[in-house]
Every structure is written in C-alpha cells, then in structure tokens.
C-alpha cells in the first residue's frame, strides 16, 4: 500500500482508539499530538526501507529488500523500543508532556503493526519473518492504490476537524467542499490513465457524495453534536467493513477462478484472484499451468448482481512461455532473473529475435498490464548476442 495511505490510517487509529489530536493544531504540543505523531510515523516507518535504493545501483532491491526487516513481526518489538525511547528523550529536552514509555512502546507498535497488515492484504508480498525467513506472504485483498479505501480512512478525519471548532464551522465545511468537489474527476482522469476507466455516473455520485459529507452536517449545526472521538471512530469502522467486504469479494474471484481452472483441466500449479482497479467488483483471476500463465478478467457484478446494466463480460488472456532454448537458459542463469523468479508468483517468459540479437522478457503476470498499451509493471529484460554473450540486462523502461 502507498506510504501516505499508511500514514492517513495510522492517524486514524490514533484519533479513534488512543485519544490522539490533529497532527498541526495551532495549539503548542500536548499529549494527544505526541500520541498521534507516534502512530502516525510508525504507521509510515517501515517504508524507509526504500531510502536504501537511493545509495545503491542494484535494481533487485525492491524484489529483494523492500518489505523486509522494516516490516518484520519479528523485529517489531525492537523498532518500536528504539523509537518509544527516542520519542521519550525529545518529549524531555522540549518539555512536552508524553505518554509513559510503556504507552509510547504500545503507540509505536500500532503504528507498525498497522503498516505491516495495510501490506499484506495487497499483492506485492511482504516478508513478515525476515531475517528468519524471506518468503513473501500475500493476502490479494485490495490493490496496492485504492483510492476508495484511502478516502474512507481521511474523510472522516477531516469531518472531525470541520466540526470540532463551532467558530470556524461553515468555513472549514466551504474550504472541504471545495477541494474535495474536483477530486473524483481528478481521479477519474488518473485511472482513465492506467486503463482503469471509471464511468460518469460514478464521478457523479462520488461528487454529490462528497458535497452531502461536507456541507449536511452543517445544517442547524447537528454535526457540532457529533463528538470528534466519534466521526474518527465511525471512519476506523467503515475501513473495517470495506477491508470485510473486500476480504468477501476475494473469495467469491477466487472460487470463480478456481472453478474455471477446473472446468478447463488447465493443470493448475498456482490459483489466485487479486484486485484489480477501479472497484471491488473488478478481480484479476490467474492460473499457473506448466506451459504458461492464463488470466481471467472477472466483473463480480455479473454473480452478485444478476441482470446488472454495467455487467462486463469475461476477458480471457493466455500468456504462454516461450518453447525452451540455449539463450533463454542462459538468461535464466543470471543472479538477477534467479531472483526475479524467486520473487513472482506467475512467472511468463518471452522470446524474440531483434536483428541478431537474442532478446528474452520476464514478467510476473500477477501485476496487471491494466493498459495493453503499457508494458507490465514487472518486466526483467536480457539482451545476448549471436554467441550468447550477456549485452544489457535490466527492468524494462526502467
């Protein structure tokens, strides 16, 4: 998941279960700030593992060391002792008032903790047992960017901070309203980008949607009587039930996938459905058979909602491995591409000829060529002369 996703939800946690504040309240620092900055920036920390590509020129770092001992259960413990004893010491040279350090180990923990399960519903994997183990357990529940889920977890802050000040009431309500009536148009247009098209009813509502949470509750003043507490903690509980519902709609794809590969005595080696944007309706089903990788784009809509006007058909996609040869064992004899496969889950190979040069592609088929225009997100590209001599090898339109 992206790191502002896991610093908006660690915030929230903060808000909703540990009494925290607004993060720049005008206000100087209190106790409720020092608790929310301590899940906040634990919720955020384990993605500091990615300063490390910024002093290096290995390009496997993100297969190899992303996700790691930053975001190890394991190592859990220590980080956030490391980070309670460093919050105590500043908290005492500026003379804030701080939570024990029993309370701020708890604090740093959450944050962490929060970080590391907003990563294992997504599908790039994360090594939760390193450095005991570097397998990368995935959960495929939510795609990596899910907008819906990130507003979900910020609105309602948002709302809490709106409505806390009586004074500054209709203000705040217009200033929300204003930056949050463009948004779904902005997004639409990212996804429209990707090839992950959102239609114009959805913008729509989404807009109408966005003005109804600003601007009602500002009406005779009803959500002034909404404790600030209480809007964080109806936020904390919608992201658990979009989570559930997500968790649901994975396992309907995944039966449905599971079904296909059956039917079709595709020799199954690997099954799995995976998110696939814009919506929860939308999953990536993905079948590993012996001679390449199949893939089923599914529209849940068309089971859970029979007769649905936006019904989508079934997309069917085969991704066959190229036929064996000496360039391509030489190419997957390279460190790098032994690490490649180590880390995909639905390895393709591919094979062309470009003038005399041998050229051979790898790509994990688990992250989606959303665009047919756009190549896979993870492409390891070899280039080998006549001889089979190694000319370049690296990420491909890296």
Not at 231 to 245: E, F, I, S, T
Not at 379 to 388: E, I, K, W
Request: hydrophobic letters at 50%; charged letters at 15%; aromatic letters at 14%.
């Amino acid at each position: 998941m992206d790191t502002i996703t896991h610093g908006i939800a660690g915030a929230l946690i903060a808000k909703a279960v540990f009494q925290g504040g607004d993060v720049f309240p005008p206000e100087p620092v209190t106790r409720r700030r020092v608790i929310t900055w301590s899940v906040l920036l634990g919720s955020i920390f384990p993605d500091s593992d990615v300063l490390r590509e910024f002093f290096s020129h290995n390009p496997m770092l993100m297969l190899t060391w992303h996700r790691s001992i930053t975001h190890s259960l394991l190592l859990m413990p220590l980080w956030a002792v490391l980070f309670a004893a460093i919050t105590r010491r500043i908290c005492r040279w500026r003379n804030w008032d701080c939570p024990s350090l029993l309370a701020l180990f708890g604090l740093w923990a959450v944050g962490i903790l929060s970080h590391i399960f907003l990563d294992l519903v997504t599908t790039f994997g994360t090594m939760i047992w390193s450095p005991l183990n570097w397998s990368r357990p995935a959960w495929d529940i939510i795609f990596i960017v899910d907008f819906t889920f990130t507003a979900i977890l910020l609105i309602p802050q948002l709302l809490a901070w709106t409505y806390e000040d009586p004074d500054h009431l209709r203000r705040r309500a217009l200033i929300m309203w204003l930056v949050f009536t463009p948004a779904p148009y902005l997004i639409s247009r990212i996804a429209a980008f990707v090839g992950a098209p959102t239609s114009n009813n959805s913008i729509v509502v989404a807009t109408v949607l966005f003005a109804a949470l600003f601007l009602l509750p500002a009406v005779r003043g009803w959500g002034l009587r909404i404790p600030y507490a209480r809007w964080n903690r109806a936020g904390l509980a919608l992201a658990v039930c979009y989570l559930l519902c997500a968790t649901f709609a994975h396992h309907v794809a995944l039966q449905r996938i599971q079904k296909i590969a059956a039917n079709e005595n595709l020799q199954a080696q690997s099954v799995a459905a995976l998110p696939f944007p814009p919506s929860l309706w939308h999953w990536d089903g993905l079948v590993l058979a012996p001679r390449g990788v199949y893939e089923v784009r599914m529209d849940l809509s068309n089971s859970l909602f029979p007769g649905s006007a936006n019904a989508s058909p079934i997309e069917h996609t085969y991704y066959p491995d190229a036929p064996g040869n000496p360039f391509i064992e030489k190419a997957r004899a390279l460190p790098n591409v032994r690490k490649f496969f180590w880390f995909a889950r639905f390895p393709v190979t591919r094979f062309h000829k470009d003038g005399s040069e041998a050229v051979v592609d790898f790509f994990d088929a688990r992250f989606p060529q959303i665009s047919r225009n756009r190549p896979p997100s993870f492409d390891y590209q070899v280039r080998l002369s006549a001889d089979g001599t190694v000319l370049s090898q690296g990420w491909l339109g890296k």
